[in-house]
């Protein structure tokens, strides 16, 4: 999806585009939430996985330009490899297929795709510090050129499991090296929160993290 973010003092606010398996108890979810920012302020971009009913797996990144100037591209690789959130062809997070070990995965039901601008203003922004300025209202996001390619559901029976599919091919398996290079270079210049070395959330880090992701 090519999106531009909300102009301006969008502080409070958070822009969604997601999937979901729209399952209560084992819900399945992957997330991109921008946070709003008081004017002069980076957007900040959260992703977060759900897994058999399983989330809190929050990552936050800083964009490295103004995300409601232009138009960007957001987009998510789901296949029996891994996860991949990029961001203008730049992956800025990665969650590895570690079911052989344990740790759960979204292999198991459809998901479809969404989009929601809301109030959140108890969090969004420093935590909840900046407030939403309703006279700046409204807001507005803007999105255009969605393309999705997969499995339809219902569909035949067998797509899922169909190695296949162009995306299960061997050049989606694993970042290219140039992947690999823009990806450190994200995680080491933009990052500014993991769930995985938050010791006070997490004293011991989640088998996902140690596994590698």
Not at 64 to 72: I, K, V, Y
Not at 176 to 201: G, Q
Request: charged share 20%.
């Amino acid at each position: 999806m090519k999106i531009k973010l909300v102009p301006g003092d969008s502080a409070g606010t958070v822009t969604a585009f997601y999937m979901n398996s729209d399952t209560n108890t084992v819900r399945d979810e992957l997330d991109f939430e921008f946070l709003g920012n008081r004017t002069g302020q980076p957007y900040t971009v959260q992703t977060n996985i759900y897994a058999h009913g399983k989330g809190d797996r929050e990552q936050r990144v800083n964009l490295w330009f103004d995300p409601a100037a232009a138009f960007h591209t957001y987009s998510i690789l789901w296949n029996h490899h891994h996860i991949v959130f990029y961001v203008d062809d730049v992956p800025i997070r990665v969650y590895k297929n570690n079911e052989a070990k344990g740790i759960p995965y979204p292999t198991r039901q459809p998901m479809g795709v969404y989009s929601t601008l809301w109030e959140a203003d108890d969090w969004a922004t420093r935590g909840g510090l900046e407030k939403i300025d309703w006279s700046k209202a409204p807001f507005l996001a803007y999105y255009r050129d969605f393309d999705i390619e997969g499995c339809g559901v219902p569909g035949p029976a067998n797509c899922a499991a169909n190695r296949a599919n162009w995306w299960e091919g061997t050049a989606y398996q694993a970042l290219t090296a140039l992947e690999y290079r823009r990806y450190k270079w994200v995680r080491m210049n933009h990052m500014i929160y993991d769930y995985c070395t938050d010791k006070s959330r997490n004293p011991v880090p989640p088998p996902e993290c140690v596994a590698g992701y």
